[in-house]
């Protein structure tokens, strides 16, 4: 119910304006409140973006690496891909 909840926000325009790596921050700290099991390959991916996404503030805080990825990777609204992948890759 959280994550749905998450998702649905983060499709809103009072979502928008916060930032793709803090909203995939919030579903990591989700997934170990509930100690739900993700496959680690999504796990790796979505913290490896995190810390380049930080490295990437810290070098040219003007420039938004998850817009280029969002562009580059999602056809379609970022938050419902997300969500697609997430239900998809979810260990048992």
């Not at 579903?27 to 790796?44: A, F, P, S």
Request: glycine share 6%; aromatic share 8%.
């Amino acid at each position: 119910q959280e994550v749905e909840r998450a998702f649905s926000f983060w499709g809103t325009p009072e979502g928008d304006v916060i930032h793709p790596a803090d909203c995939m921050h919030q579903l990591l700290e989700q997934v170990r409140r509930h100690k739900v099991n993700i496959d680690g390959n999504v796990c790796t991916v979505m913290v490896t973006t995190l810390v380049l996404e930080g490295w990437q503030r810290k070098l040219d805080p003007d420039y938004n690496v998850m817009k280029t990825l969002q562009t580059l990777l999602f056809k379609e609204d970022w938050a419902k891909s997300l969500q697609y992948t997430i239900e998809g890759l979810m260990a048992p």
